[in-house]
């Protein structure tokens, strides 16, 4: 995480620090198989998106679990496929 959006007074600028409202991670999943994604963003109500290597949306089955944590599960095994999570 980190301080999120900052503003310059001196010169006006606004400046956003994605890192604290969004992760991402190359994963590889085993059909059915729960992988455990620790995100570290500091919420439980977190979006998740998941993508296949080629960037085609995979849907699975995702749990909140904490406010840093989240487990998901493809039915498929997925190689070097794209979880994207933001808050």
Same mark, same amino acid.
């Given at each position: !995480?980190?301080? &999120?959006?900052?503003?310059?007074?001196?010169? &006006?600028?606004?400046?956003?620090?994605? #890192?604290?409202?969004?992760?991402? @991670?190359?994963?590889?999943? +085993?059909?059915?198989?729960? $992988?455990?994604?620790?995100?570290? $963003? &500091?919420?439980?109500? +977190?979006? %998740?998106? $998941?993508?296949?290597? #080629?960037?085609?949306? =995979? #849907?699975?089955?995702? =749990? /909140?679990? #904490? !406010?840093?944590? /989240?487990?998901?599960?493809? %039915?498929?095994? $997925?190689?070097?496929? @794209? %979880? =994207?999570?933001?808050?």
């Amino acid at each position: !995480a980190g301080a &999120g959006i900052s503003y310059n007074s001196t010169s &006006g600028a606004i400046s956003l620090n994605i #890192d604290s409202i969004r992760y991402t @991670q190359a994963i590889n999943l +085993v059909a059915n198989t729960p $992988l455990t994604i620790n995100h570290a $963003l &500091g919420e439980t109500f +977190v979006h %998740v998106s $998941l993508y296949k290597a #080629d960037g085609t949306k =995979v #849907d699975a089955t995702i =749990v /909140l679990t #904490d !406010a840093n944590n /989240l487990k998901i599960t493809s %039915v498929e095994n $997925l190689n070097s496929a @794209q %979880v =994207v999570v933001s808050k």
